[in-house]
């Protein structure tokens, strides 16, 4: 893989990926540019802010609220979670059950549980559940991303 920097005199960055087909590899790098830069509304009281999704270690549901939490703070979201989801899901988020997505760059450790749940430990030691039913879906994701 070559990369290279061209300077030119335009404001916005532009990459641009030269290879015989898109494959796999070709496709993991545009994922991962594609969240480097993406970002939904949070609320942190009453102060609107844009929120860059790769600080986001997970996103939670609780009694009709949607929050979201990154290393330093947690923020409030004015969407539903199955919206979140829905915007989400290529940006690296899996549901790992009824009511949270979790950024898989953040997981370090999945531990299984003698009631064949599954336990996720996040980069900050954070420890989140997944239920039996969401983990096919963090197995498959997790494969897909190495």
């Known amino acids: ?10 404001d916005e960055l532009h990459i641009v990926f030269k290879k015989s087909i898109k494959d796999k590899q070709v496709n ?4 991962m540019l594609q969240k480097y830069d993406y970002r939904i509304q ?35 979201s004015p969407k539903r979670l199955y ?17 949270t997505l979790v950024n898989v ?12 749940k599954v336990l996720l430990t996040l980069t900050n030691g954070e420890k989140l559940e997944v239920s039996r039913t969401y983990i096919p879906f963090i197995k498959k994701y997790l494969k897909e991303e190495k």
């Open 1 to 10: 893989m070559k990369i290279i920097f061209e300077k030119q005199n335009i």
């Open 28 to 31: 993991q790098l545009m994922t």
């Open 42 to 76: 949070g609320m942190a009281g009453t102060e609107q802010i844009m929120v860059n999704t790769n600080t986001i270690m997970y996103i939670e549901s609780n009694e009709r609220k949607v929050f979201f939490y990154t290393v330093e703070m947690y923020y409030t």
């Open 83 to 99: 919206q979140l989801q829905k915007e989400l899901g290529d940006n690296g988020f899996v549901q790992i059950n009824k009511a």
């Open 105 to 116: 760059d953040y997981i370090t450790r999945l531990q299984t549980l003698p009631n064949s």
